[in-house]
């Protein structure tokens, strides 16, 4: 069976925490009681000391008396103390997770002790963990941490074991951001505990050192800090305790290797190997030769680093061994130009992962087995045909690379009807964006070389299907919790389904299970998937729509996202990879793949628009600037606009940019559309065409139809910044509070708040409006964009007081028609591949809003003012968002000229999502008939009155 293995220390916490609690437990005092609490200390002192067994036993005679005096609390707290002593013994993971459900349906309605309830939960949300159901893992400790925030002078040592929990499960859903956010918390925890001077603290700060380091691209301050501090614990160590000494050294290695010290690196490795291997597992000694050999290649040691991991592979038995390194061989030798030496190890590496055709013919299901390992072999054959086809020309290998990725698409669409959004993201993280990358080298090659139509929409898919992976995992959760509700029955049958599933696939991935063990958990394994098929099927029949977006809806084919398109609409699909920045242009009546320059050239040259667009010009070399600006904007527009434009060079009256890469931070309305124009004679794209923006295709159909009711039209918040008792530290919005008192002013109900702390007003309202407005502050933090949020309390020196963060609206459902952020860089934050800029507005799409308006740089109050307030009269009348915000601009550009012209004071605020109408124009007219209807009659009825006979009137009265 499936052994759980826990540190030492992790033990020793445990029961620990066990023993604080019994201090809280139900005060009972007679001598049953006690004798049975003693009883079970007894056994907890057996736990600690690792005699599981015969602790069990003692603490089953406590449990009897417990259980035959209805003590609830007391059962509870020793049943905790049971099943986590079983998990050391070998037992049954579904066993035991049945065995917490048990106790969470049965024992805690009767509990009166919250601690119990909070750990309670946290076993199941161990449990779930365990099963691989990262989503209802996140659930559970989350019911735990809000147990625990309603109970008074509890230890730091539950809430940062909780936390510690969040921050593995976060990682495990490859949602570094929050798993750095928990591991803070943990670390601060465990600090309050004074444990500072146990070596454990050092597996917590390495853990969030490594969160750190995986969020930025260089090493920030407080990631020093940390490095400092987890040197000086390790400097006192055991040398016995190499697993502490270990993991500080480790820490050490990963800070050089993230500022490319290479040859430090190198030097490093023979430490961490002297306790390393002390244990000298096969598997720990594979993960170092691994190490070492990437080191190797890191200063160009090739040779050194194939020939140390040929050995090494030579020499391993287990599959999981032989497979990481033939992986990580092929990878190398992909990346010395190698493709047939590539694929022949990718070959080897697909054989120690992926089941036999024969098999894969009769069970579809055995790519299940190891999933982001199938995704990862999968990604590096694709590779090594990619230099292949690249090396030859073939045009063969070509098909062969995207026959392969079709099978990767094949198995993904099997993997969504089995796993939840945050484990979908597991899988797509394997290597996904890459096999894209490949794919769209092979397209575009392909196209070049054949012309043929067919590749256009192998393009279409590359592009789609690398975007917005979390946002569309979102968008099928809010709109199917908005359509037909599912039976209960229904719902518990695949949740059982579920659980045994993830459970049986954790058994099938050991090594020390022999093949005869094996067969009877496989069979069992495929029936599971064949009952999943069969209940994904009833949700299919008799909740369609759930279904539909439940399971993801299928990407529309080129051909149908074109017949959706005006015949003066376009659509710009970008896609950017380590290959280069692609764009395929979508017509009524044309469409192009084309390859632009590659990802590093476009960056600079975006990032230099966009810093000297984001200042405001200077009056004494204003013309100067704007000179320098427009050559720079015109080589832009030549760069990304010029190849997607059609045969006849027109520009199209409407364009939806599918951006990607660092073009998320390129406003395209603002480029200049005519070379070597003279200053004031500046001719923009936005004058030509309306331009909207999505994150993908997808995002924009994903919430059609909705389903919500708002409570009102419009809630507008603006904070009186640099009133009495607003914050000295933020700047007056003079603006701000214009802005919103105009906007507010052209809709017949509105509801506003103008004071200093907006925030509780905000939590009351937020949700139950149509259109969410706010003028604020914003701020950025590029290191952790979770952390970035809008200012709502004005009266506040501290950001975590009153700030509404992206972290906050990722756990939040606020599903508004339309979500306008006129405040400073809300559309900033670092890019994320697959996903765009994880910013403000990000988040926003996340909690449910399909169209968000926000701004690239620091907005300008005074025209910005201008801009709403004629964005919002235009989109009254019923016209597009698109054209709202067109028209807004325009207005603009042709009321102001010189100085006033500069981008800096109104390209940065754009329109992202869902470009369509608000407002029905037909509905309007409708309307205006139906009061002019009205008036029309009352006229007559008026006209008419007088000349009835008084008289008869009156008497029909009285005899009424």
Same mark, same amino acid.
């Given at each position: 069976?499936?052994?759980?293995?826990?540190?030492?220390?992790?033990?020793?916490?445990?029961?620990?925490?066990?023993?604080?609690?019994?201090?809280?437990?139900?005060?009972?005092?007679?001598?049953?009681?006690?004798?049975?609490?003693?009883?079970?200390?007894?056994?907890?002192?057996?736990?600690?000391?690792?005699?599981?067994?015969?602790?069990?036993?003692?603490?089953?005679?406590?449990?009897?008396?417990?259980?035959?005096?209805?003590?609830?609390?007391?059962?509870?707290?020793?049943?905790?103390?049971?099943?986590?002593?079983?998990?050391?013994?070998?037992?049954?993971?579904?066993?035991?997770?049945?065995?917490?459900?048990?106790?969470?349906?049965?024992?805690? $309605?009767?509990?009166?002790?919250?601690?119990?309830?909070?750990?309670?939960?946290?076993?199941?949300?161990?449990?779930?963990?365990?099963?691989?159901?990262?989503?209802?893992?996140?659930?559970?400790?989350?019911?735990?941490?809000?147990?625990?925030?309603?109970?008074?002078?509890?230890?730091?040592?539950?809430?940062?074991?909780?936390?510690?929990?969040?921050?593995?499960?976060?990682?495990?859903?490859?949602?570094?951001?929050?798993?750095?956010?928990?591991?803070?918390?943990?670390?601060?925890?465990?600090?309050?505990?004074?444990?500072?001077?146990?070596?454990?603290?050092?597996?917590?700060?390495?853990?969030?050192?490594?969160?750190?380091?995986?969020?930025?691209?260089?090493?920030?301050?407080?990631?020093?800090?940390?490095?400092?501090?987890?040197?000086?614990?390790?400097?006192?160590?055991?040398?016995?305790?190499?697993?502490?000494? /270990?993991?500080?050294?480790?820490?050490?290695?990963?800070?050089?290797?993230?500022?490319?010290?290479?040859?430090?690196?190198?030097?490093?490795?023979?430490?961490?190997?002297?306790?390393?291997?002390?244990?000298?597992?096969?598997?720990?000694?594979?993960?170092?030769?691994?190490?070492?050999?990437?080191?190797?290649?890191?200063?160009?040691? #090739?040779?050194?680093?194939?020939?140390?991991?040929?050995?090494?592979?030579?020499?391993?038995?287990?599959?999981?061994?032989?497979?990481?390194?033939?992986?990580?061989?092929?990878?190398?030798?992909? #990346?010395?130009?190698?493709?047939?030496?590539?694929?022949?190890?990718?070959?080897?590496?697909?054989?120690?992962?992926?089941?036999?055709?024969?098999?894969?013919?009769?069970?579809?299901?055995?790519?299940?087995?190891?999933?982001?390992?199938?995704?990862?072999?999968?990604?590096?054959?694709?590779?090594?045909?990619?230099?292949?086809?690249?090396? @030859?020309?073939?045009?063969?290998?070509?098909?062969?690379?995207?026959?392969?990725?079709?099978?990767?698409?094949?198995?993904?669409?099997?993997?969504?009807?089995?796993?939840?959004?945050?484990?979908?993201? /597991?899988?797509?993280?394997?290597?996904?964006? #890459?096999?894209?990358?490949?794919?769209?080298?092979?397209?575009?090659?392909?196209?070049?070389?054949?012309?043929?139509?067919?590749?256009?929409?192998?393009?279409?898919?590359?592009?789609?299907?690398?975007?917005?992976?979390?946002?569309? !995992?979102?968008?099928?959760?809010?709109?199917?919790?908005?359509?037909?509700?599912?039976?209960?029955? *229904?719902?518990?049958?695949?949740?059982?389904?579920?659980?045994?599933?993830?459970?049986?696939?954790?058994?099938?991935?050991?090594?020390?299970?022999?093949?005869?063990?094996?067969?009877?958990?496989?069979?069992?394994?495929?029936?599971?998937?064949?009952?999943?098929?069969?209940?994904?099927?009833?949700?299919?029949?008799?909740?369609?729509?759930?279904?539909?977006?439940?399971?993801? $809806?299928?990407?529309?084919?080129?051909?149908?996202?074109?017949?959706?398109?005006?015949?003066?609409?376009?659509?710009?699909?970008?896609?950017?990879?380590?290959?280069?920045?692609?764009?395929?242009?979508?017509?009524?009546?044309?469409?192009?793949?084309?390859?632009?320059?590659?990802?590093?050239?476009?960056?600079?040259?975006?990032?230099?628009?966009?810093?000297?667009?984001?200042?405001?010009?200077?009056?004494?070399?204003?013309?100067?600037?704007?000179?320098? &600006?427009?050559?720079?904007?015109?080589?832009?527009?030549?760069?990304?606009?010029?190849?997607?434009?059609?045969?006849?060079?027109?520009?199209?009256?409407?364009?939806?940019?599918?951006?990607?890469?660092?073009?998320?931070?390129? %406003?395209?309305?603002?480029?200049?559309?005519?070379?070597?124009?003279?200053?004031?004679?500046?001719?923009?794209?936005?004058?030509?065409?309306?331009?909207?923006?999505?994150?993908?295709?997808?995002?924009?159909?994903?919430?059609?139809?909705?389903?919500?009711?708002?409570?009102?039209?419009?809630?507008?918040?603006? %904070?009186?910044?640099? @009133?009495?008792?607003? !914050?000295?530290?933020?700047?007056?919005?003079?603006?701000?509070?214009?802005?919103?008192?105009?906007?507010?002013?052209?809709?017949?109900?509105?509801?506003?708040?103008?004071?200093?702390?907006?925030?509780?007003?905000?939590?009351?309202?937020?949700?139950?409006?149509?259109?969410?407005?706010?003028?604020?502050?914003?701020?950025?933090?590029?290191? #952790? $964009?979770?952390?970035?949020?809008?200012?709502?309390?004005?009266?506040?020196?501290?950001?975590?007081?009153?700030?509404?963060?992206?972290?906050?609206?990722?756990?939040?459902?606020?599903?508004?028609?339309?979500?306008?952020?006129?405040?400073?860089?809300?559309?900033?934050?670092?890019?994320?591949?697959?996903?765009?800029?994880?910013?403000?507005?990000?988040?926003?799409?996340?909690?449910?809003?399909?169209?968000?308006?926000?701004?690239?740089?620091?907005?300008?109050?005074?025209?910005?003012?201008?801009?709403?307030?004629?964005?919002?009269?235009?989109?009254?009348?019923?016209? /597009?968002?698109?054209?709202?915000?067109?028209?807004?601009?325009?207005?603009?550009?042709?009321?102001?000229?010189?100085?006033?012209?500069?981008?800096?004071?109104?390209?940065?605020?754009? &329109?992202?999502?869902?470009?369509?109408? *608000?407002?029905?124009?037909?509905?309007?007219?409708?309307?205006?008939?139906?009061?002019?209807?009205?008036?029309?009659?009352?006229?007559?009825?008026?006209?008419?009155?007088?000349?009835?006979?008084?008289?008869?009137?009156?008497?029909?009265?009285?005899?009424?």
């Amino acid at each position: 069976m499936l052994k759980i293995t826990f540190s030492l220390s992790v033990l020793l916490f445990t029961f620990l925490g066990a023993h604080g609690l019994r201090a809280q437990v139900a005060p009972i005092s007679n001598e049953d009681s006690l004798a049975a609490m003693e009883i079970q200390q007894r056994a907890i002192g057996q736990f600690r000391i690792g005699k599981f067994e015969y602790g069990i036993t003692i603490l089953d005679s406590a449990l009897a008396i417990f259980t035959e005096q209805e003590w609830y609390d007391l059962i509870a707290s020793a049943e905790l103390d049971r099943i986590r002593a079983q998990m050391y013994l070998n037992h049954d993971l579904l066993e035991l997770h049945q065995a917490r459900l048990r106790l969470e349906k049965n024992i805690l $309605p009767l509990v009166e002790k919250r601690l119990i309830h909070a750990k309670a939960y946290q076993a199941v949300g161990e449990s779930y963990r365990d099963l691989g159901q990262l989503q209802k893992s996140v659930e559970y400790f989350s019911r735990s941490l809000d147990v625990l925030s309603e109970l008074d002078d509890v230890s730091p040592y539950y809430y940062g074991l909780v936390h510690s929990w969040l921050a593995r499960v976060y990682q495990e859903m490859h949602q570094k951001a929050l798993s750095l956010e928990h591991r803070r918390e943990a670390v601060r925890y465990q600090r309050a505990l004074d444990s500072g001077a146990t070596p454990s603290i050092i597996l917590d700060l390495a853990a969030l050192l490594s969160a750190q380091l995986a969020l930025s691209d260089s090493v920030s301050e407080e990631s020093y800090a940390l490095l400092d501090e987890i040197r000086h614990l390790s400097e006192n160590l055991d040398e016995r305790e190499h697993k502490y000494l /270990t993991t500080a050294l480790l820490a050490e290695f990963s800070v050089l290797q993230k500022e490319n010290r290479h040859h430090e690196v190198l030097a490093l490795l023979p430490e961490i190997e002297r306790y390393d291997l002390v244990e000298g597992t096969e598997q720990i000694i594979a993960i170092a030769m691994l190490r070492r050999g990437r080191a190797y290649s890191a200063v160009g040691r #090739d040779r050194e680093a194939l020939a140390l991991w040929d050995s090494v592979y030579a020499e391993c038995v287990l599959n999981s061994s032989k497979w990481a390194l033939a992986h990580n061989i092929s990878e190398l030798y992909a #990346d010395g130009g190698m493709g047939y030496q590539a694929l022949e190890w990718a070959q080897r590496a697909e054989a120690h992962i992926l089941p036999d055709s024969l098999e894969l013919k009769l069970n579809p299901y055995a790519w299940s087995l190891d999933a982001p390992k199938v995704l990862q072999t999968l990604r590096v054959c694709v590779k090594a045909l990619s230099v292949i086809a690249y090396s @030859s020309g073939i045009e063969k290998d070509h098909k062969s690379i995207i026959d392969k990725i079709d099978s990767y698409d094949s198995f993904f669409r099997l993997a969504k009807t089995r796993a939840v959004p945050g484990e979908l993201m /597991t899988l797509r993280e394997a290597g996904w964006l #890459d096999i894209y990358d490949f794919g769209m080298q092979a397209a575009y090659r392909a196209y070049q070389l054949s012309g043929e139509a067919s590749y256009l929409s192998t393009a279409w898919e590359m592009t789609e299907e690398s975007k917005a992976a979390t946002l569309l !995992s979102s968008f099928n959760r809010i709109a199917g919790d908005e359509l037909s509700p599912v039976s209960s029955e *229904l719902l518990q049958e695949e949740s059982a389904l579920r659980t045994e599933y993830g459970y049986l696939q954790s058994l099938l991935m050991q090594e020390d299970l022999e093949e005869a063990e094996k067969a009877p958990i496989r069979k069992r394994f495929f029936e599971v998937n064949r009952h999943l098929d069969k209940v994904v099927e009833r949700y299919k029949n008799e909740y369609a729509d759930y279904s539909a977006q439940r399971f993801s $809806p299928p990407l529309p084919s080129l051909e149908e996202a074109r017949d959706e398109l005006d015949s003066d609409e376009f659509i710009w699909n970008y896609f950017s990879g380590p290959s280069g920045v692609y764009t395929l242009s979508l017509g009524a009546e044309s469409c192009d793949l084309r390859r632009l320059s590659s990802e590093d050239s476009l960056s600079a040259l975006v990032s230099e628009y966009r810093t000297r667009s984001a200042l405001m010009p200077s009056l004494q070399n204003f013309r100067e600037e704007m000179s320098e &600006l427009n050559a720079m904007s015109f080589e832009l527009y030549k760069h990304v606009v010029i190849p997607v434009l059609p045969a006849t060079g027109k520009l199209p009256e409407k364009v939806v940019v599918l951006p990607d890469g660092v073009l998320h931070y390129l %406003p395209f309305e603002a480029l200049v559309t005519v070379a070597n124009s003279g200053l004031g004679n500046e001719r923009y794209l936005i004058e030509d065409t309306e331009i909207s923006y999505a994150y993908g295709y997808r995002s924009i159909e994903a919430y059609s139809p909705r389903q919500v009711r708002f409570d009102g039209e419009f809630m507008g918040l603006a %904070p009186a910044f640099g @009133s009495s008792g607003a !914050s000295t530290s933020w700047s007056q919005l003079r603006g701000a509070q214009v802005e919103l008192d105009r906007v507010a002013s052209l809709f017949n109900e509105a509801s506003v708040s103008k004071d200093l702390n907006c925030m509780d007003w905000f939590r009351g309202r937020a949700g139950q409006y149509r259109i969410m407005h706010f003028s604020t502050h914003a701020f950025t933090d590029p290191i #952790d $964009p979770l952390r970035s949020g809008l200012l709502l309390n004005a009266g506040s020196e501290s950001l975590q007081d009153g700030t509404l963060k992206v972290s906050d609206l990722y756990f939040s459902s606020l599903p508004a028609e339309m979500v306008v952020l006129s405040a400073c860089q809300t559309g900033d934050g670092p890019i994320r591949r697959g996903e765009g800029a994880i910013s403000l507005a990000h988040g926003f799409f996340y909690a449910g809003s399909p169209a968000v308006l926000m701004t690239l740089w620091p907005s300008n109050d005074a025209s910005g003012a201008d801009l709403m307030s004629n964005f919002y009269k235009v989109l009254l009348e019923g016209n /597009t968002k698109r054209a709202a915000l067109s028209t807004a601009k325009r207005s603009y550009l042709a009321s102001h000229d010189g100085y006033m012209k500069h981008p800096y004071f109104w390209a940065g605020m754009v &329109l992202v999502g869902d470009p369509r109408p *608000l407002y029905s124009s037909d509905s309007l007219w409708s309307s205006i008939w139906l009061w002019l209807l009205i008036a029309l009659i009352m006229a007559i009825v008026l006209l008419i009155l007088p000349w009835r006979p008084s008289q008869g009137f009156g008497d029909h009265s009285k005899q009424s």
